[in-house]
């Protein structure tokens, strides 16, 4: 079945330091596409980053930068030199495509990022 | 418009009471998904369409829920005799197409609490 575990709930770290969020999937699929998804305490869900599975680059944005191994199913996520307005739940979610052609996102239960002053 | 429009932000009903919600796409794009979120972050897929047309409803709890996307109009998700375990964030998304690889675009959500 296909998975996203986010194993980690909260973290909290003070400003300037480097956080990592861990995100590992399961997935049957040869083809598969991964995201990043941020949800400030406002509430919306705001769009990060998407991965296929056939592009094992890591990708830096910023000081955000994400590391996608496909050895061991992972797709983490740093952001480097925190600030409080990084403090939000982040989300990794797994693009499952049915057998019928649809597909919707499988998400993590996420993780809880509060960075301190 | 720009970005997924939902309405209302909140919503509170009595048990029981009928709650219906709205969600206007991104301009140009076909396909629409509803989400619950509950307790715990955890994301529960409902149901998606494809313009006007049912493309997965896989995850619609078929008793009580129901959902439209009509053109001109904004889609709606209605629950009939909400039930307290129907509280929740329900998210709606859009994307221009219905493959994996197109990201989903969220709206704000709309808070239901049911009392």
């Known amino acids: 079945a296909q998975k996203v575990t986010q194993a980690q709930t909260e973290i909290s770290v003070v400003e300037k330091e480097d956080v990592t969020l861990d995100c590992v999937y399961e997935t049957r699929d040869t083809t598969y596409y991964l995201f990043w998804y941020k949800q400030p305490p406002s509430g919306e869900l705001v769009f990060l980053i998407r991965?296929?599975?056939?592009?094992?680059q890591n990708e830096i944005s910023g000081r955000y930068s994400w590391n996608f191994q496909k050895s061991t199913s992972s797709f983490n996520f740093t952001i480097t030199a925190s600030q409080v307005v990084d403090s939000a739940v982040y989300f990794c979610?797994?693009?499952?495509?049915?057998?019928?052609?649809?597909?919707?996102?499988?998400f993590g239960t996420g993780t809880r990022l509060k960075v301190l002053a | 418009g720009e970005e997924v429009a939902q309405t209302p932000k909140h919503l509170v009903r009595g048990e029981g009471q009928k709650a219906k919600l709205y969600c206007a796409p991104i301009?140009?794009?076909?396909?629409v998904f509803w989400y619950q979120q509950v307790l715990k972050n955890e994301f529960k897929f409902l149901i998606s369409f494809q313009n006007e047309n049912v493309f997965d409803e896989t995850g619609m709890p078929k008793e009580r829920f129901s959902a439209k996307c009509l053109p001109n109009s904004p889609c709606s998700l209605e629950i009939q005799a909400t039930k307290l375990e129907d509280s929740a964030v329900y998210f709606c998304a859009s994307s221009q197409a219905g493959t994996g690889k197109n990201i989903q675009y969220f709206g704000a959500g709309t808070r239901l609490s049911v009392l």
């Open positions: 991965r296929n599975s056939f592009d094992e």
């Open positions: 979610a797994l693009s499952e495509i049915t057998t019928s052609g649809t597909y919707k996102y499988i």
């Open positions: 301009k140009g794009h076909s396909y």
